[in-house]
């Protein structure tokens, strides 16, 4: 962290709310210098087995979270980066937050989470859905079906397939699912925008979470007739989502007194609209401009590239107009898990002697390309872009008696750099041009996936020069919205920052790859695009054993009791 600075300086904060933690940044708005952090964990994390305080089992696929751990990080993580940070709170002029996405929860008209109505405390339709809940993977498929059944006209601005974590597939499967606590929830918000709405009282939308998950093109969103198509009681569905639409870097209102108290700023300070991880991380690392893509590398991965002109790309995220920045058609594209599958491996495979990233990577690097003889499909969290099927699963082809873990683990490694090398061939196809890639993210301190990842898309990689990438790009933001910088790109040429192609493709292990990237390419299209659903089946099968099991238990259960 660097020094506090001289007299007069101002300061903003970011908070980038993640999947098992939120943190706050305080950043200098001169020159985007950071001066503090802290981090607070979600005291219930990721809600995947059964709702906390003894609450009902869930499905398989479902994955909750709970709304006041986003509240404890702005009472902790807050006051605690400023106290770290050295400065007073009183020369705080904004705060700007992100979140993964699409992350949502039902709530009343004031903004109260269902799932904090007594009533409906044990009803786990009434929590929020984290971006990685894939239950509602069947309600996409049909959105996905009839939408092509009767030609509608934005299915194509999402590659031709919507998904299962996205709004309306929520949505549906909560009307399905739930009708009660569907018909209780006036409102259906991202997590953004909530958590906004929390600290300014206000409810806005923002243009980046309702284009990208929220199907909104042309600022409509899907009509009435189709939603009733799919449903006859999903047709008010819109209203539940309809909310004041505000372009990134926008002020969304002032943080009231309640924030203030919770978070220790000074009432009445800007707050920037919501924004999510990945494409606020745009700004800070100084990639607005159309070719460079952003690939923010953890969990999961998130992809976007600004162009000059709306494209249909296969099976990407989307594309919107300001989506990313104004005055851009942003594009997005991505891949629901990198760094868990790494974790996987590591936690659950790997022997005891080598169970871990730092001596696998030493391992694996020693090996030649291809010398392992293997190649991984990178599915174990389903897929996202191209195919956009989360009920897909991974696969290794080659595995030998001989085969050591630092083979798989190479593999793995490599199997994720195809997959962004798939999406980045799907932009080029439809006339989105890729010229470099900027990484940001916990994975960046691996050289050796650095490396590959340059390889495998034969292009330089720069990497972000924080480690805060999403809190950074979200404290840019606010520095636009408290007025200190004009727009987004003058904020991000002087707040954000950059290694320049600090890895660089090796024409030998290019041409390596191409050959390994050859079967990959073979393996994707087979067991993803319909000549061998294996794997579909498999999920059948385990979520039929799955359900019988929690019925047997709950049999048992009931006898006991």
């Known amino acids: 962290m660097s020094g506090v600075g001289e007299v007069g300086d101002r300061y903003v904060v970011g ?5 098992l933690s939120g943190r706050a940044l305080v950043v200098r708005v001169r020159d985007g210098a950071e001066l503090g952090t802290a981090v607070h964990e979600y005291r219930n994390a990721v809600i995947e087995s059964a709702l906390p305080d003894g609450g009902p089992s869930l499905p398989p696929d479902w994955a909750l979270q709970d709304p006041q751990d986003y509240r404890d990080v702005l009472r902790h993580a807050v006051p605690a980066a400023v106290a770290a940070a050295g400065v007073d709170p009183r020369d705080v002029v904004g705060i700007g937050i992100d ?20 009533e409906l405390r044990q009803r786990p339709h009434a929590w929020v859905k984290l971006w990685k809940h894939h239950a509602a993977q069947p309600h996409a498929d049909r959105i996905n079906a009839l939408a092509h059944e009767r030609g509608e006209p934005w299915i194509g601005r999402y590659g031709g397939k919507i998904s299962a974590e996205w709004q309306f597939a929520k949505g549906l499967q909560l009307l399905e699912e739930d009708p009660e606590v569907y018909q209780r929830a006036d409102r259906f918000i991202e997590a953004a925008d909530w958590i906004v709405w929390q600290l300014c009282g206000v409810e806005t939308r923002n243009v980046c979470t309702a284009g990208y998950k929220g199907i909104m093109q042309d600022g409509k969103y899907p009509s009435t007739d189709y939603l009733t198509a799919l449903n006859p009681d999903f047709g008010d569905f819109v209203t539940k989502l309809d909310g004041p639409l505000l372009p990134l870097a926008d002020k969304a209102g002032e943080l009231t007194a309640q924030a203030a108290a919770w978070t220790g700023l000074p009432q009445g300070i800007a707050v920037a609209v919501g924004n999510v991880d990945a494409h606020v991380t745009a700004a800070s690392a100084q990639a607005l401009a159309p070719g460079r893509l952003v690939a923010i590398m953890g969990t999961s991965t998130c992809h976007v590239v600004n162009g000059a002109q709306p494209a249909e790309v296969a099976g990407m995220c989307g594309v919107v107009e300001g989506g990313i920045s104004a005055g851009a058609w942003g594009y997005e594209a991505g891949q629901s898990g990198v760094g868990d599958i790494f974790g996987w491996f590591v936690k659950h495979a790997a022997p005891a002697e080598v169970a871990s990233h730092e001596r696998l990577t030493e391992l694996a690097a020693a090996q030649p390309v291809g010398a392992h003889g293997l190649v991984a499909l990178d599915w174990w969290n389903g897929n996202r872009s191209l195919l956009v099927n989360h009920d897909l699963s991974g696969m290794i082809v080659g595995l030998t008696l001989a085969t050591r873990p630092e083979d798989v683990y190479r593999a793995l490694l ?5 997959g962004t090398r798939m999406i980045i061939e799907a932009f080029v196809e439809a006339g989105v041009p890729v010229n470099d890639l900027v990484i940001a993210g916990g994975l960046t301190s ?102 019988s099991a929690a019925s047997t238990n709950e049999t048992a259960l009931e006898e006991v009791a």
Request: proline share 5%; aromatic share 8%.
């Open 15 to 19: 908070v980038d709310y993640g999947t």
């Open 99 to 118: 979140f993964t996405a699409c992350t949502i929860l039902p709530t009343l008209a004031d903004g109260t989470p269902l799932c904090e109505v007594p």
């Open 414 to 418: 490599e199997a994720t750099a195809y």
């Open 446 to 547: 691996n050289k050796l996936l650095m490396q590959i990842y340059a390889d495998v898309t034969n292009r330089p990689l720069s990497i972000i020069g924080s480690a805060q990438g999403p809190a950074l790009g979200s404290a840019i933001h606010a520095a636009v919205a408290a007025g200190e910088y004009s727009s987004i790109h003058e904020a991000s040429q002087a707040m954000g920052r950059i290694s320049e192609a600090v890895y660089r493709p090796d024409p030998d292990r290019v041409r390596a790859y191409d050959a390994l990237y050859a079967e990959y390419r073979t393996l994707h299209d087979h067991f993803g695009r319909g000549a061998n659903d294996v794997m579909l089946r498999l999920r059948a099968i385990r979520n039929a054993a799955a359900g």
